[in-house]
């Protein structure tokens, strides 16, 4: 019998990985002979390195970086040299697995966006970046900090970081940032299209369980 073992992960708890091998140590206490295959899946959040590099000369390389609300954070990026590619997850520098504490007012995507710096500085050109299992809402202005960009407010000075941040941006200086981004492509890894704002939007159908209030929501959503 042949078995093919496709997981994704189970937030909070278990690897794609450590799913399906749990899957194959039931299937092989009952089916000895089985002649299994594991192959990882993910849907742009944790395990999508895993699903994206299994079976592959993939090269793990770890890097220190700013977590959701600004805690060092050890993480780490996939490197395929062949491919000249770099996998990103978010969930692995800006994941809401990576705190307790959750506030999407003031969760930040400056991790992730290290992780890409430091990827550049490594020589990577071609990102692959997973944005599932995030605990930010900050529509990636983190991220693009961490790059070298700054999101000014009306008096010309820096508008702060989070979601609580959005609505205080109005221009964006390019003039720091990193020159090598003119020579990257990026390409985004996920299975939903919300978009920020609305009732469809990421902010309200995900804003729960990275820890938006209820009143909150409605205030958003009513423009009060």
Do not use: W
Request: hydrophobic share 40%; with cysteine; glycine share 12%.
């Amino acid at each position: 019998m042949k078995i093919v073992i496709a997981m994704d992960s189970f937030k909070g708890s278990l690897s794609s990985v450590e799913a399906a091998e749990a899957v194959q140590s039931g299937i092989l206490a009952a089916r000895p002979d089985a002649r299994i295959i594991i192959k990882p899946a993910a849907d742009g959040g944790e395990g999508t390195v895993d699903a994206l590099t299994h079976g592959t000369d993939a090269r793990r390389i770890s890097a220190e970086v700013s977590g959701p609300l600004r805690e060092p954070v050890l993480s780490s990026y996939a490197y395929l040299p062949e491919a000249g590619t770099a996998v990103i997850e978010m969930a692995a520098a800006s994941g809401i697995t990576l705190t307790e504490k959750r506030d999407p007012l003031l969760a930040t995507t400056y991790g992730t966006g290290q992780l890409v710096a430091h990827g550049i500085r490594n020589g990577c050109r071609d990102f692959i970046i997973g944005i599932g299992g995030s605990a930010t809402n900050d529509g990636g202005t983190g991220m693009l900090r961490a790059l070298g960009f700054r999101f000014l407010d009306r008096n010309g000075e820096d508008a702060g970081d989070g979601a609580r941040a959005l609505e205080r941006i109005c221009s964006i200086d390019l003039s720091g940032c990193m020159p090598e981004l003119s020579e990257c492509r990026f390409r985004v890894a996920c299975d939903v299209t919300n978009p920020l704002c609305g009732k469809d939007g990421a902010t309200y159908v995900y804003g729960p369980q990275k820890g938006l209030p209820e009143s909150t929501l409605f205030s958003l959503l009513s423009g009060k």
